[in-house]
């Protein structure tokens, strides 16, 4: 599970819970889309803004119409719900991908490297 | 009827270029033409350079359907949350009617592309550089997201140079500590390590119990006079421990 090169969509996913989407990488599960569609398939990726990238899809359009997609991207402003699977424990989820950004932080150990601080603006 | 207007061939940014591929616009073939995933937007135009742009804040999603049976060859599936008219021109419908809910408006004003490339291989390309492509256009609506940390990539020797290590408890070694104290932080630390190796060398105990040395300071009246013990005052104790 990777976690992103960018420093900017790291700290983003530190304060948000889009940090939980990301955690369900590897998972099979269901998108809600605004208008009404809904897409299942493997979570492939989850970025900073929410786009989801899922694979091996089941795509239902609004009007209930079935086909398969590959690969498929969702606009984050297009996602209504994501569905959490059952099997997924939610706070271990989050903890694991924080742990993660953590990691790739500190990766060098004490002087070397660059470590990260959480900067707000001001 | 669809009207294409000439497209001006994207100078920079241009993440993928894709040759010999057909545009299909919501059922509508419009012929060959290239496809270019530039990083401002979407184009498509054919040979006599006729065609249509898409703003990537308008594409709702984009997909690699092999579906055959839903459409008879394999392709890339744009759908744009806006209806290009006959102008060519994009409305898009959520940002103009405030009294329409923008779930009516996805039923009404949407356009469903197709880009078929005769290079089915380069499917995966194509979406790739359309998913890197719209990362960098996210809805400036969305105020959760962005928050306090919008803006310039945070650069870290900047931050420490303000911060120091002050923000994030960090272990540092004995020197890194000292080495980043003043004079006055260092004539501190020597003073309270100073306190601190006298009082362990003052070790004091509970009365009855021999006292090293004994110092009025911290005399209170509690300690028993070692010399004043009475042998075999325990001698009836029968734990053994």
Known sequence: MEVSHSIRERTIAENSLVILLQGLQGEVTTVDLRDESTARGRVVNVDAFMNVRLEEVLYRDRRGRLSQLADLFITARNVRYVHIPDHVDIMETIQTQLTRIRRVRNFAGEKRGRKEYLKKKN | ?241
């Open chain 2, 1 to 241: 009827m669809v009207l294409l207007r000439s497209v001006p061939r994207p100078s920079e940014g241009v993440r993928h270029e894709q040759g010999e591929t057909t545009a299909v616009l919501d059922g509508k073939g419009l012929g060959a033409g290239t496809l270019y995933v530039a990083e401002t937007r979407l184009s498509w135009f054919d040979g006599s350079g006729m065609g249509f742009s898409l703003e990537y804040p308008t594409i709702s999603l984009h997909a690699i359907s092999r579906d055959l049976s839903a459409y008879p060859q394999e392709h890339l599936y744009v759908m744009v949350n806006a209806k290009l008219n006959d102008e060519m021109q994009e409305n898009a419908h959520d940002e103009e009617d405030e009294d329409k809910s923008s779930e009516e408006d996805a039923c009404e004003g949407i356009t469903e592309i197709r880009f078929v490339p005769s290079d089915k291989a380069a499917l995966e390309s194509m979406f790739s550089a359309m998913c890197e492509c719209q990362a960098l256009h996210p809805d400036p609506d969305d105020e959760d997201s962005n928050g306090d940390f919008d803006g310039d990539e945070y650069d870290v020797e900047e931050a420490e140079a303000e911060h120091g290590q002050g923000d994030i408890p960090s272990f540092c070694t004995y020197e890194e500590g000292v080495s980043g104290l003043r004079a006055e932080g260092q004539a501190t630390l020597q003073r309270l390590e100073g306190m601190l190796a006298q009082s362990v060398a003052n070790t004091f105990h509970m009365a009855g119990v021999r006292t090293d040395e004994t110092n009025g300071e911290f005399d209170d009246g509690m300690e028993v006079d070692a010399g004043s013990t009475v042998a075999g005052q325990f001698e009836d104790a029968d734990v053994d421990h």
